[in-house]
């Protein structure tokens, strides 16, 4: 079956540790996304990827790394320096841009730094 | 600049018709999409309009007014599973290519 498959689902850090959260997909998509979400509040552009072996920033990008190796996976590492790092993290994916179609979605990341 | 506006919160009965509105100002307009997102879950795409007018699909429709940035996505014979986040999304030709809005959280009650 193709799809966007992220992982972990939950993960628990301590302030000051760096997490890297997953994302795969196997649609052969260009474009790439991460979004985070917070409690009663819409998505946010964290950083965006066109293209392997680049990448853009989103409104929200400080603190926060990615890198497109490869063009079915696109990490997203959370950094000591994001202050506020709890929050749902979305992962997208689109045929891209000539493309007019939806964003095809995981299924989620929660983290919560204790 | 970007923006789109969505009410927060709206409520409506069982079985009832429910209207939700967005209005959006972008740089370009590919397109407007309608997400629906159960709490705690990914957002599942519904709906599309890229021309002005009318989109059915089951129970669910879309409209959409270019020329007005106006779009509403209406809901038939409401189910207590409808009870979800409505999320608006416009598809812009340029950089990061969706801007979403903050969604409106529907409750349908009994």
């Known amino acids: 079956d193709g799809g966007i498959t992220q992982s972990p689902k939950y993960l628990f850090r301590k302030e000051g540790q760096n997490v890297t959260l997953s994302c795969e997909q196997n649609?052969?998509?260009?474009?790439m996304y991460w979004y985070r979400q917070d409690p009663g509040q819409g998505l946010r552009l964290i950083y965006y990827?066109?293209?392997?072996?680049?990448?853009q920033k989103g409104d929200i990008a400080e603190g926060y790394s990615v890198s497109r190796e490869k063009k079915e996976s696109f990490p997203l590492t959370v950094t000591s320096a994001q202050k506020n790092p709890t929050a749902f993290y979305l992962c997208?994916?689109?045929?891209?841009?000539?493309?007019?179609?939806?964003?095809?979605f995981g299924e989620g990341s929660r983290l919560t730094v204790l | 600049g970007q923006n789109i506006d969505q009410p927060t919160e709206m409520t409506a009965t069982e079985g009832a018709i429910v209207q939700i509105n967005c209005t959006y100002q972008?740089?370009?307009?590919?397109?407007l999409f309608w997400y629906q997102q159960h709490a705690g879950e990914a957002p599942t795409f519904l709906s599309y309009?890229?021309?002005?007018g009318l989109e059915e699909k089951g129970r669910f429709s879309s409209f959409l007014s270019r020329s007005k940035g106006y779009s509403y996505l209406l809901l038939k014979e409401l189910q207590m599973k409808d009870s979800a986040s409505y999320l608006c999304?416009?598809?812009?030709?340029?950089?990061?290519?969706?801007?979403f809005g903050p969604g409106t959280r529907l409750s349908v009650l009994p």
């Open positions: 990827s066109q293209i392997v072996n680049d990448f």
């Open positions: 649609l052969n998509h260009d474009a």
């Open positions: 999304a416009v598809s812009t030709p340029y950089g990061q290519n969706f801007v």
């Open positions: 997208a994916s689109q045929p891209g841009l000539a493309n007019t179609g939806e964003l095809f």
């Open positions: 972008t740089s370009g307009f590919n397109g």
């Open positions: 309009n890229v021309l002005d």
